[in-house]
């Protein structure tokens, strides 16, 4: 069985863990075999740091390479659907940093672009993938827990030193780089469910961009989700399943755990240690959503049963109508 081949589309933070991620893989299974940045030197940093074969300076030289199967992208917000539609137009599958878009109406270009050329195509949401994520979907689907209630989660940490966080033309804001976690687990625990009412309070920065909101989805049945996020101070970061016999609680982090607490009992889910230093939390666990996109590339799948299109048009439907509320506007959602 022939190995899966990345190309890197960005020389970012996020793009250096990924790597580090994919070397915990078998090598005859995943294979860097090109990056690229704005940078040609920057390229060139990365590829010697990380043993990759190539290094472009453009985006277009990596859609254009024979060689890569599927791309990474790890570009900021803005430009995740003009770098998306590039590889997504040259024939490449896609796996894309969440959010997939600034709003539903990016995802949905998206989307419809990969149809229409018949590629993969993927939000990178990878706390889905991780084994504690499996456990909990498992619990569930035995209803092990009875039936679902509530749902709570918490995530802050400071960020407001952090350019790319609070400036509003680079997609900044706390709901579409942190907040986003909470909705999108509110979405999986729910099945998928779109909720019957979104209720969103909180606060901007000075820059327009919201910094602390608490967002409420109200669900069929009464049945409810209570998410807190903040970019101001650090929260618990935990998350807890309610259902009508059993709780399931989610230690911090909640976005990508190593613990789970069923029924009283602490289950222990290690992530493998990375060969390099990381620069964000656990994020070897990155390995798990690069294994579910090979897996379905085998399968000749063009989306994920686990992250699917609709799915993600359902969390990014939410994020609009939550920013809507806060009153956070950017310029592509006035195109």
Same mark, same amino acid.
């Given at each position: 069985m022939e190995a899966t081949r990345w190309g890197i589309c960005s020389a970012g933070k996020i793009s250096h863990d990924f790597l580090v991620a994919l070397r915990t893989l078998p090598a005859k299974d995943h294979q860097v075999v090109a990056i690229a940045a704005r940078?040609?030197?920057?390229?060139?940093e990365y590829a010697k740091n990380h043993d990759i074969p190539k290094a472009y300076g453009s985006y277009e030289e990596l859609a254009q390479d024979p060689d890569v199967d599927v791309v990474y992208v790890?570009?900021?917000?803005?430009?995740?659907?003009?770098?998306?539609?590039?590889?997504i137009k040259a024939g490449k599958h896609v796996l894309c940093e969440k959010p997939l878009g600034m709003n539903a109406a990016e995802v949905k270009m998206m989307v419809q672009a990969a149809q229409e050329k018949k590629v993969f195509l993927m939000e990178a949401c990878w706390t889905r993938f991780l084994p504690a994520m499996e456990k909990i979907r498992s619990f569930l689907k035995q209803r092990a827990v009875g039936d679902v209630v509530a749902l709570q989660a918490h995530f802050g940490i400071p960020l407001l030193s952090v350019p790319r966080c609070v400036e509003k033309e680079l997609g900044g804001g706390a709901l579409l780089d942190i907040g986003v976690y909470c909705v999108q687990l509110a979405c999986m625990i729910f099945n998928g469910e779109k909720p019957e009412s979104i209720v969103a309070s909180g606060f901007l920065h000075k820059t327009e961009v919201d910094n602390m909101a608490s967002i409420i989805l109200n669900y069929s049945g009464q049945r409810q989700a209570v998410l807190t996020y903040t970019m101001t101070v650090q929260m618990s970061n935990r998350a807890s399943i309610s259902g009508t016999e059993e709780i399931i609680e989610i230690p911090e982090p909640f976005w990508c755990p190593t613990q789970l607490i069923i029924k009283e009992q602490k289950e222990e889910f290690p992530l493998p240690p990375p060969s390099q230093k990381l620069n964000f939390l656990n994020s070897t666990g990155l390995? /798990?959503?690069?294994?579910?996109? &090979?897996?379905?590339?085998?399968?000749?799948?063009?989306?994920?049963?686990?992250?699917?299109? &609709?799915?993600?048009?359902?969390?990014?439907?939410?994020?609009?109508?939550? &920013? &809507?509320?806060?009153?956070?506007? /950017?310029t592509q959602d006035k195109l």
């Amino acid at each position: 069985m022939e190995a899966t081949r990345w190309g890197i589309c960005s020389a970012g933070k996020i793009s250096h863990d990924f790597l580090v991620a994919l070397r915990t893989l078998p090598a005859k299974d995943h294979q860097v075999v090109a990056i690229a940045a704005r940078s040609l030197s920057r390229a060139q940093e990365y590829a010697k740091n990380h043993d990759i074969p190539k290094a472009y300076g453009s985006y277009e030289e990596l859609a254009q390479d024979p060689d890569v199967d599927v791309v990474y992208v790890g570009v900021v917000h803005p430009y995740h659907l003009s770098t998306t539609l590039l590889f997504i137009k040259a024939g490449k599958h896609v796996l894309c940093e969440k959010p997939l878009g600034m709003n539903a109406a990016e995802v949905k270009m998206m989307v419809q672009a990969a149809q229409e050329k018949k590629v993969f195509l993927m939000e990178a949401c990878w706390t889905r993938f991780l084994p504690a994520m499996e456990k909990i979907r498992s619990f569930l689907k035995q209803r092990a827990v009875g039936d679902v209630v509530a749902l709570q989660a918490h995530f802050g940490i400071p960020l407001l030193s952090v350019p790319r966080c609070v400036e509003k033309e680079l997609g900044g804001g706390a709901l579409l780089d942190i907040g986003v976690y909470c909705v999108q687990l509110a979405c999986m625990i729910f099945n998928g469910e779109k909720p019957e009412s979104i209720v969103a309070s909180g606060f901007l920065h000075k820059t327009e961009v919201d910094n602390m909101a608490s967002i409420i989805l109200n669900y069929s049945g009464q049945r409810q989700a209570v998410l807190t996020y903040t970019m101001t101070v650090q929260m618990s970061n935990r998350a807890s399943i309610s259902g009508t016999e059993e709780i399931i609680e989610i230690p911090e982090p909640f976005w990508c755990p190593t613990q789970l607490i069923i029924k009283e009992q602490k289950e222990e889910f290690p992530l493998p240690p990375p060969s390099q230093k990381l620069n964000f939390l656990n994020s070897t666990g990155l390995r /798990y959503e690069a294994e579910h996109v &090979r897996q379905c590339l085998l399968q000749g799948l063009k989306e994920s049963p686990i992250m699917s299109h &609709r799915d993600s048009e359902l969390v990014h439907s939410i994020l609009d109508e939550v &920013r &809507r509320q806060l009153g956070v506007c /950017y310029t592509q959602d006035k195109l």
